[in-house]
């Protein structure tokens, strides 16, 4: 059998067992893990049900999905769709994240037989048991997961001067997630680090990445649309952040605490500190200027994902593909140099042992995988617990949604993450904020502010607290008229579990005259605004 036959084998052995291990991941609970997957999934099934290739309604008012339509994950949704008619939504859902992690594991054993590092399977193992965030994350039924992958597919197509590879791929990527454009700053370094090290530039790759990118962009059916959430959402909420206004957005875009930090992603600081020390220490021995282009182009990489992980939790999902880039890539340079300056004569002499690399890798595999997979996969059996009832309350409260009240109509609700579950079950009726609050505060600011102060306080306000400008007694008394005249809703829905101890919950309970309760169950409330 000769060694590319063998390769192809291997290569597909590995994308069906990071699939299978998936999939027995996501099956051992019965629903979908991370609340934003119920949009994602529900979104996939309308467009499977329409038989279209993209489908954008007005779900959400006051919103990009109303103002500038457009399905910023276009492509992945329709993958999506066929998989959930032929499977049906929860379980079609799970076999599709479930290949996106065979694909990304795949691309990971494709970049270590590339460099050429001795048993590419092991690598592989200790590369996914290397972070506890990084674990979480692929948990997550989103489309971002091809995100994972494709960022160093395409590094490595750039590097192996694939650049017909590199343009297809850029082209799906921009039309499966929407910060496919990151390939261009991606390129841009390594030419960069290019130049200096070759003292020519060669713009040939940055052309091809950035027709291919323009390429995908012209192909989406809403380019102008997709253009301006691209801004708003890789742009428009740092500027925003680092302006001073702090809206409600999720915790992927908060700093993490240091410790917490350390716990998760222990093995994958330390082997970034290793590398990266190895690295400095050899770099001077290193002759050919292609490999000094490719290392110092990760090196770049891994320390930047880095520092962006530290500050943004979400740089981790493309610091970890990198630093094992990164490090595996070292590792092949350094073991062509000459014996007497690879390393130490006792180190190189038990390295070279072929025992070696199988101790090393159960050594860490039993260091990392109680913190990487044990306690990821508890916490996620104690979440599908609660999720099962959570979701239950979530439909019943949405079937009476669908059966009292008029087609379209607006629901209001304090909480942006309700968004997912509600649509889940109910495109009956239209939603005020979704995905992130940024958007509804792109529409309008004094619209959000309000939306906010509602919603956190319990007041009417259509600033940025603090709202000192009107007696608190007014603000209050304002409350039902400017929902019903701003929303345009009679009807107000709030988690009780989420909003327990907001101010507009105690208000709606307590101001009997102007709210009244319609249905209740242990996690839901509704109430209807009186004489509007």
């Keep these: 059998m000769s060694v590319h036959v063998r ?31 119920y949009y994602h999934a529900k979104h996939s099934f309308l467009i499977w049900q329409a038989h279209t290739i993209g489908l954008v309604r007005p779900w959400v008012n006051l919103h990009f999905l109303s103002t500038m339509p457009v399905d910023p994950y276009f492509l992945s949704h329709f993958l999506q769709g066929q998989l959930i008619g032929f499977f049906g939504i929860i379980t079609g859902t799970k076999i599709f994240y479930a290949l996106i992690i065979g694909f990304i594991f795949l691309v990971l054993y494709t970049i270590f037989c590339f460099t050429r590092v001795p048993h590419p399977l092991l690598w592989t193992l200790v590369a996914a048991t290397s972070s506890t965030t990084f674990f979480g994350r692929l948990m997550l039924n989103r489309p971002f997961l091809f995100s994972i992958a494709l960022l160093p597919l395409i590094f490595l197509f750039l590097i192996k001067k694939q650049y017909v590879a590199m343009a297809i791929t850029t082209i799906l990527y921009v039309l499966l997630y929407n910060l496919g454009i990151f390939v261009i700053p991606l390129v841009t370094l390594y030419i960069c680090v290019d130049f200096v090290i070759q003292k020519k530039i060669n713009l040939w790759p940055w052309s091809i990445a950035s027709g291919a990118v323009l390429v995908g962009l012209l192909i989406h059916p809403d380019t102008i649309n997709y253009l301006h959430l691209i801004y708003l959402h890789v742009i428009g909420i740092w500027q925003l952040k680092l302006s001073g206004i702090q809206l409600s957005s999720g915790g992927e875009i908060d700093i993490e605490n240091a410790i917490t930090f350390l716990q998760k992603n222990i093995l994958t600081l330390s082997v970034t500190i290793i ?87 159960m050594v860490l595999l039993v260091a990392t995988v109680p913190f990487t997979i044990i306690k990821p996969m508890s916490y996620i059996y104690s979440f599908s617990q609660y999720d099962k009832k959570n979701l239950a309350d979530y439909a019943s409260a949405n079937t009476f949604l669908i059966a009292n009240t008029p087609k379209n109509s607006v629901v209001y609700y304090p909480n942006w993450s309700m968004f997912p579950r509600m649509f889940f079950f109910n495109t009956h009726n239209r939603y005020i904020a979704a995905f992130d609050p940024v958007f509804l505060y792109d529409y309008n600011h004094e619209t959000y502010w309000a939306w906010y102060n509602f919603s956190s306080q319990g007041i009417y306000c259509t600033h940025q607290p603090p709202c000192l400008s009107q007696d608190l007694g007014h603000n209050l008394r304002a409350v039902p008229v400017a929902i019903h005249t701003l929303f345009n809703t009679n009807t107000i829905i709030v988690n009780k579990k989420l909003d327990a101890s907001s101010t507009l919950l105690w208000l709606l309970k307590t101001d009997k005259h102007n709210f009244t309760r319609i249905y209740h169950n242990d996690e839901i409330i509704i109430y209807h605004i009186n004489n509007q």
């Excluded at 609970?29 to 991370?34: Q, T």
């Design 7 to 37: 390769q192809w084998i291997s290569s597909i052995g590995v994308f069906f067992l990071f699939s299978f291990l998936a999939a027995s991941a996501f099956f051992s609970y019965p629903n979908l893990f991370g609340f934003d997957s």
């Design 275 to 361: 590398s990266s020390s190895a690295f400095i220490a050899w770099k001077k021995y290193i002759i050919s200027k292609n490999d000094r282009t490719i290392l110092w182009s990760l090196f770049l990489l891994t320390s930047g994902w880095l520092l962006v992980s530290i500050v943004y939790i979400r740089g981790v999902e493309y610091w970890v593909p990198f630093l094992w880039f990164f490090a595996a890539y070292l590792y092949h340079t350094i073991t062509k140099l000459p014996t007497q300056i690879q390393i130490p004569a006792i180190i190189q002499h038990t390295i070279h042992k072929q025992w070696f690399p199988y101790v090393l890798c």
